[in-house]
Nanobody
Framework: QVQLVESGGGLVQAGGSLRLSCAASGRTFSSATMGWFRQAPGKEREFVAVIRWKDGITYYADSVKGRFTISRDNVVNTVFLQMNSLKPEDTARYYC??????????????????WGQGTQVTVSS
């Protein structure tokens, strides 16, 4: 059974940093695409960043480009999201998703097959 477990969220002041982790288990992820999304209260889940597991190719939403970095560790099957220069508008619950189907898209939540339970990030001004 596939499991994605996020951790690393918390409360931080504007300008601060956090590092989120997503531990993946239950199948081989070497051909998967792993994404981070976020959802603020009353809003849709939105794309943040994505990484292709086999070669590390990444892509970011414009709103986080230059501030966030997605990476993965093949040894421990974990995907990370390093978040720097955080802003109050980054406040949301952050979710890790895994896409294992052969579909073209990576930026819509329906493109993903598995989700974690999320971790809350709150940025105070």
């Amino acid at each position: 059974q596939v499991q994605l477990v996020e951790s690393g969220g918390g409360l931080v002041q504007a300008g601060g940093s956090l590092r989120l982790s997503c531990a993946a288990s239950g199948r081989t992820f070497s051909s998967a695409t792993m994404g981070w999304f976020r959802q603020a209260p009353g809003k849709e889940r939105e794309f943040v960043a994505v990484i292709r597991w086999k070669d590390g190719i990444t892509y970011y939403a414009d709103s986080v480009k230059g501030r966030f970095t997605i990476s993965r560790d093949n040894v421990v099957n974990t995907v990370f999201l390093q978040m720097n220069s955080l802003k109050p508008e980054d406040t949301a619950r952050y979710y890790c998703g895994a896409r294992v189907r052969l579909v073209a898209g990576v930026t819509k939540k329906d493109d993903y097959d598995y989700w974690g339970q999320g971790t809350q990030v709150t940025v105070s001004s």
